[in-house]
């Protein structure tokens, strides 16, 4: 097959960029092996091009994407060559790009340098070489960081500040509105449509220098707290190259993070707490203590303490396995109701959030080699190491025996939160990456996976994490503290770093087989108890990707109900991939090895199958032959369930 790439090396030379990438329309007989054809140019010249054009792309990927990922796409490239070479004694063109390998290697990373200069200081829309308006910045030091600030941050909703019975909040006007960007000290309008007045007090000044505001946030200041050490997470912060990011995070340590809200609401609203707190209502009586002696909360209040209020309700949730209670604030309530919840008033895609996953945290343990050394900490009570602004206190009260509670903290159930604690993950991770030399690392939310080559010291990178995080005053877990070992749990799924193997816990492919056996006595279901067993398979595919099409009816028929409360009645497809589920978990030993990076189709290891459904099946593997007559339970198999694409699956 021709490449599909033109070669830089085919085009004039006054037309070559010195960091060329062509993908276009392949040259009409471009050498598919090493040296096959004759050629007018020398063959030394000639690997001098080809050497040229491929020392281009890798430095091109290297300049565009930063960190490794350019030495494995060498590495990876290098090994499809030696096996084409060792099968055909042909090689792929190496003065192209191989864009399945590119797709490969860097689907997700983000480019990370200007596509015109090479700076690192802009993207190349605004590059001042395209654009001369914009002046040129100055060079960081490192790579710029992939690191998320949400939006909100430039625009800010108008707050609501957080009065004290001495200090009250004007009640809002009837008239006209109060211009937000004059409050901010930002309106640049000659004749504004709105007041300039402040929207705290209603006097003639930005509510930026109000004093009344600033009398009032200082009385909260006692409760405006973190256990972060913020002057020493801002040193280890100082070489960051996106202080954005790093203002965001600090500012919102040392003064409240924005929750997001971008519509405040104008009147006071008390929901009703839900059925699972009023019949557990000793066991709230500690959870909620528990918040209040945490300095996660504040009250309790007779009366509460803002103008304008919400009150969500509050129930409590039992892990249904380890049965551990926890308190938690519905922020989705009320539903179908004129009143927005708070949830509504934050935006989704501001606040969306990719999680890492296990398949990353598997490359990172072939990248780091087979008996590398793992090990992980998870943070206590992730959510509540950051602040809320205390302009927001007032949407996340709750009501309990008649008394009034604020969380001053984030809280689980706000849509923002995740994103938000977020950035505080992934500033700990520049900092281990950058400032200690730990080179792999992943964490989802609050737990962190450390893999250490297996010639490091075992246990040298997790006590520098350990220590790094008690300077920082961030509190660990010490029961979920594990490791070093080659053998860990991460995520629900075990890891053996020494055999290159994944499997599903017992525990969980024995509960996996019960709910799909109960479900499967049933005539009906509700919607919940579907997504409970697909959630439980999908948990599964992590270990057994080919079972993704066997879940497609359980899918569809979930989907076709729209409250989780809805019963369904349970179809012949369903109760068809249930069993195909039970037959196969109870006989699978719940092993998966890591694939190898270099074999990306059976090509590549010598694997050819066919099959005949009147006789058997056979293939060649690496030089040897082998083949079979049928089982007899394909054999045997009614003409109609029998299909020539059924028999090729087999094999």
């Known amino acids: 097959m021709p490449p599909p790439a033109v070669p830089a090396a085919s085009f004039p030379p006054q037309t070559r960029s010195p960091f060329s990438l062509a993908s276009a329309t392949p040259l009409p007989a471009p050498p598919n092996a090493l040296a096959l054809e004759p050629s007018p140019v020398p063959n030394s010249i000639r690997t001098q091009i080809l050497a040229g054009d491929y020392l281009t792309i890798v430095a091109e990927l290297a300049l565009s994407y930063g960190g490794s990922h350019f030495y494995t796409y060498h590495k990876l490239f290098a090994a499809k060559c030696a096996i084409r070479v060792a099968q055909w004694n042909q090689c792929p063109y190496w003065g192209a790009l191989d864009t399945e390998l590119h797709n490969r290697v860097f689907l997700g990373c983000r480019n990370i340098s200007c596509a015109v200069c090479r700076s690192f200081s802009h993207p190349t829309i605004t590059c001042p070489f395209i654009n001369p308006s914009i002046p040129p910045c100055p060079e960081p030091s490192q790579p710029k960081s992939t690191s998320y600030v949400p939006r909100l941050m430039d625009t800010p909703a108008t707050p609501t500040p957080t009065p004290t019975p001495t200090f009250r909040r004007r009640p809002p006007s009837t008239g006209s509105q109060d211009c937000t960007?004059?409050?901010?000290?930002?309106?640049?309008?000659?004749?504004?449509?709105?007041?300039?007045?402040?929207?705290?007090c209603s006097r003639a000044h930005a509510r930026l220098i109000c004093p009344v505001q600033k009398a009032a946030n200082k009385?909260?200041?006692k409760y405006l707290s973190t256990p972060v050490n913020i002057s020493r997470l801002s040193v280890e912060?100082?070489?960051h190259p996106d202080s954005l990011f790093t203002d965001y995070v600090l500012s919102g340590l040392a003064h409240g993070f924005h929750p997001g809200v971008v519509s405040l609401p104008s009147q006071s609203l008390i929901c009703p707490n839900l059925h699972s707190a009023l019949t557990e209502p000793e066991i709230v009586d500690l959870l909620v203590k528990k918040e209040i002696d945490a300095n996660f909360m504040i009250g309790p209040y007779a009366v509460p303490p803002f103008p304008i209020f919400r009150v969500s309700p509050i129930g409590v949730a039992t892990r249904k396995f380890s049965g551990k209670k926890r308190l938690i604030i519905d922020l989705s309530s009320p539903h179908n109701s004129p009143f927005p919840c708070i949830n509504s008033l934050i935006l989704l895609e501001e606040f969306s959030l990719h999680y890492h996953d296990v398949d990353q945290a598997i490359t990172l343990i072939k990248d780091a080699g087979r008996g590398a050394w793992l090990a992980k900490v998870d943070i206590t009570s992730a959510f509540k190491v950051m602040p809320i602004h205390p302009d927001f206190w007032h949407l996340f009260g709750i009501r309990w025996k008649n008394e009034f509670y604020f969380a001053v903290r984030l809280t689980f159930g706000c849509r923002s939160s995740p994103k938000i604690f977020d950035t505080l993950s992934e500033a700990i991770c520049w900092i281990l990456s950058n400032n200690y030399n730990i080179p792999y690392l992943i964490h989802l939310l609050d737990d962190f996976l450390i893999v250490s080559p297996p010639d490091s010291v075992p246990a040298a990178h997790l006590l520098t994490i350990q220590k790094l995080f008690s300077e920082l005053g961030i509190?660990?877990?010490q029961d979920k503290t594990e490791g070093p070992s080659t053998f860990i749990e991460f995520l629900g799924i075990n890891l053996d770093s020494q055999k290159f193997l994944a499997s599903l816990p017992k525990e969980k492919i024995d509960r996996t087989i019960v709910i799909a056996s109960t479900l499967l006595t049933n005539t009906s279901c509700?919607?919940?108890?579907?997504?409970s067993i697909v959630g439980h398979l999908n948990f599964a595919m992590h270990i057994i990707p080919q079972g993704r099409p066997f879940i497609s009816h359980l899918l569809s028929l979930a989907s076709s109900a729209h409250a989780l409360e809805d019963r369904i009645s349970i179809t012949d497809s369903c109760r068809n991939e249930l069993s195909l589920w039970i037959s196969f978990l109870k006989q699978w030993n719940g092993l998966s090895f890591f694939y190898s990076n270099l074999v990306s189709s059976p090509i590549d290891i010598q694997l050819y199958t066919d099959a005949a459904p009147s006789v058997g099946f056979g293939g060649f593997l690496r030089g040897h032959w082998f083949a079979s007559t049928w089982p007899p339970e394909l054999a045997d198999l009614p003409q109609q369930l029998s299909s020539s694409v059924l028999f090729e699956l087999y094999p």
């Open 237 to 239: 912060l100082l070489h």
């Open 526 to 531: 509700s919607k919940r108890e579907l997504l």
């Open 219 to 221: 009385n909260s200041e």
């Open 475 to 477: 509190p660990l877990a």
């Open 181 to 200: 960007s004059f409050n901010s000290g930002r309106c640049t309008r000659q004749r504004c449509q709105f007041m300039h007045v402040c929207n705290f």
